[in-house]
């Protein structure tokens, strides 16, 4: 064992080591023998006591009592084996504390979820779990933190200031890219940096005024970019068709940003001009008739035009709020595969693509072009919300569209098709990466991206949404 793998041994038991830790600390303040008459006393008068023998506040011994004792045994398991960092394993019990359905399956699918992201994803990642299993939690638990929302300021030292707001993910993703498109109206030569034309943007945007490029060229086109006139930019959010119809209630998904629940994905969906990208729905719909049982009805949905545009249109009768169609075959033989691969890397060969016959199956002219189209683009955008190189975050929406295969520049029916099949979001970083032959990218049946490091280590990205 070398190199990496004695980093992660390292870390592992460092983990290992904090758990301990804590569960020491626990059980040694909860199970002290006592015979004082005030419980509450001795319970306090030994958290001060391991706080300062460990040389930690009061407020981090309590929050390890509380989340600890709180814990299912299964978590608590992989928080000892060192599989789970604090952080991690806090951020799941928290989650899982205003839930009541955790079976044995949901419980190792949050684990695993938890352990395959990174330190600042993992809130999001285990309610995007969540949310998938129970859309009813996912819906209140939402309601209760947006009621939270709000702004606060902070004063800095060397007369600097920070402005936080908190609230519904829609409405960020709103603000964020009314900023981000306004800061893409300068030219590319202003001299500020990134983050700079980011803040003079959203200034603009705030208080109504011009955002003015800082280029040489005094007859640059940029030099007065009018926020208050530029056009709402694009936001894609996936929903299967009965959600869409108001025949269901699975949560939708604001790619780049995660889970919505029902109700809120139809009323962005039903407040824009909007271009199908709806996933099929293949299982028995909610009916619409009130006097029937919605348990009862098996009738087949029928399936939203992927080329439409226009408004959706709410049915009469019953509408949920929440609830759920059962999964689609091709989204269970997805999920079924993924998990397979990430137990049995080996077996990679088993879910490789058939090639394509080139001579009895003639492409389409668009997938002869380098550069896909904005449709094909929104679609491979909606599969994956992020990069797919493991742990990154970037948004598909931020990503190059990176063939699988290469494409073939000199003869385009040779090689790397511009289709569904061989399109990827890649970051600029993990892109260069795979350009100079480190990391290795392989498109396996179900949409599932198989990737090598440079050491061989093997890893599996899976569709988001829309093979559900």
Not at 58 to 83: E, K, M, N, Q
Not at 265 to 277: F, P
Not at 292 to 298: A, E, L, V
Not at 364 to 386: C, D, F, G, K, M
Request: proline share 8%.
């Amino acid at each position: 064992m070398t190199g990496i793998d004695d980093v992660l041994a390292s870390q592992r038991a460092a983990h290992a080591a904090y758990a301990a830790t804590v569960r020491g600390a626990v059980d040694y303040i909860t199970e002290s023998p006592s015979g004082h008459h005030d419980a509450d006393a001795v319970e306090r008068a030994l958290v001060s006591e391991v706080a300062a023998r460990l040389t930690v506040s009061r407020r981090t011994v309590l929050d390890w009592i509380g989340t600890y004792c709180a814990a299912p045994p299964a978590v608590r398991d992989a928080f000892h084996s060192g599989l789970l960092p604090w952080a991690a394993f806090r951020s799941l019990c928290r989650a899982l504390a205003g839930t009541t359905r955790r079976d044995e399956r949901l419980l190792g699918r949050l684990i695993d979820a938890a352990r395959g992201a990174t330190p600042g994803s993992v809130p999001a990642a285990i309610d995007g779990v969540l949310a998938e299993y129970d859309a009813t939690w996912h819906r209140h638990a939402r309601e209760t933190a947006t009621a939270e929302r709000g702004m606060t300021v902070r004063r800095l030292p060397r007369g600097q200031a920070e402005l936080r707001l908190r609230g519904p993910a829609e409405m960020i993703a709103d603000m964020s890219r009314c900023v981000t498109d306004a800061a893409r109206r300068l030219c590319g030569t202003d001299s500020r940096s990134l983050p700079a034309r980011l803040f003079d943007a959203a200034h603009a945007v705030i208080t109504r005024g011009a955002l003015s490029c800082t280029c040489p060229d005094p007859a640059c086109p940029h030099r007065d970019v009018d926020t208050a006139t530029l056009p709402i930019p694009r936001a894609c959010i996936v929903i299967d068709a009965a959600t869409a119809a108001g025949l269901s209630g699975e949560p939708g998904h604001l790619i780049g940003w995660g889970p919505v629940p029902a109700d809120t994905a139809r009323h962005i969906a039903a407040d824009a001009t909007w271009q199908a990208v709806i996933t099929e729905a293949t299982s028995s719909p909610m009916t619409t008739r009130a006097d029937r049982d919605p348990q009862q009805d098996d009738s087949p949905l029928p399936v939203a035009s992927p080329h439409r545009r226009g408004r959706p249109s709410r049915l009469s009768g019953w509408v949920p709020d929440v609830g759920s169609t059962a999964r689609s075959t091709a989204w269970t033989a997805m999920r079924t595969a993924v998990d397979f691969l990430r137990a049995h890397p080996d077996q990679e060969d088993r879910f490789r693509l058939p090639p394509p016959d080139r001579i009895a199956t003639p492409p389409p002219r668009s997938a002869l072009v380098y550069a896909p189209s904005a449709a094909l683009r929104t679609i491979v955008e909606a599969r994956y919300a992020t990069c797919v190189a493991p742990g990154c975050r970037v948004p598909s929406s931020d990503c190059d569209l990176d063939h699988v295969e290469p494409f073939d520049h000199d003869e385009p029916l040779l090689g790397g098709w511009t289709e569904l099949t061989n399109l990827e979001p890649l970051c600029r970083t993990h892109h260069n990466d795979k350009t100079a032959g480190l990391w290795r990218y392989r498109m396996l049946d179900h949409g599932i991206v198989a990737i090598r490091d440079p050491h061989g280590h093997r890893y599996f990205t899976a569709p988001d949404r829309l093979e559900r």
